[in-house]
């Protein structure tokens, strides 16, 4: 098993890409911290990981507040002995719309998108050290490997992620802490389809919204299908893992060729 014996804290753990993430990462060995907005959510992706047999807990936390994360983080070392790994996977979406809506909205994701991810490093990064070492994966996207429009404030925020993960992972890999950033395509979850919807929605209104189901940027692999949470979960588990034990401060598209 990949994780034995490590401690490891998912966010936004109780749908798409964190849920598989935090099942994975149980299967391979880890004592799971799953932390969530949504209580209902968070609970069933346990209840889930418990009926399999693995080891996880639930802690409400919203991945913008600093007190949450003291809060969590200070649970992985009192309750299960220190922090191992962490997926930064936590965030939320919506078409924005750059000249006209309101400059709240901005100021709202950004503090999901970035600063959320930025107090997850801060506070998971001491803990990683205490314990001897650790590793981060940062959930980016590919839209912050182009330009999109009405993602201006989405792309700016996963962009954000990178260079963050970047300097991050030259910061502390003298200490044993690597930190390294994904950047999913096209992946089938609640936020895809609520994206998907969204986009319809406007398209119907006449606004000229992004395509934002099947990749909508050329040719991917298979024809554009989706990529499945699963096969994210894949990715983030072999980064953490000593599997990756030389790779730090990539941003990996895991996208089916879709930026190539
Ligand atoms: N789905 C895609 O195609 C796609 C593509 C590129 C990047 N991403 C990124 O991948 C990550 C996972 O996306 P997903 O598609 O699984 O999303 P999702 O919306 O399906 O699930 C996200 C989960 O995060 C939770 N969440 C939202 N705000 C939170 C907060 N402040 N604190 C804690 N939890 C919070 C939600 O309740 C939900 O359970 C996100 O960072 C997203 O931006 C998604």
Redesign the pocket.
Known sequence: MLLEGKVGIV??????????VARRWAREGARVIA????DE??HATVEAIAAAGGDARFIP?????ED?WRAVTAHAASELGGLHVLH??????FWFDSLNDPLERWDQMM???LR?VYLGCRFAIPRMIEAGGGAIVN?????ALHGVPLQGL?GA??AGVINLTRSLARAYGPQGVRVNA??????????????AAEAAELNAEGDQPPSAAGGGVGPTLDGGR??T?DE?ASVVTFLVSDEASYVSGVYLPV?GAMMA
């Open positions: 966010t936004g753990a109780g749908m798409g890409m964190g849920a598989a932390t969530d907005v949504d959510a968070g936390a919203d991945a913008a507040s949450d930064n996977n936590a965030a939320i979406h503090a999901v998108n959320g959930t980016s996207s590919v839209s989405y925020t996963k994904i950047c999913p395509g096209t992946i089938d979850t609640p936020m895809l389809r609520t994206a989706m990529g949470a994210i996208d």
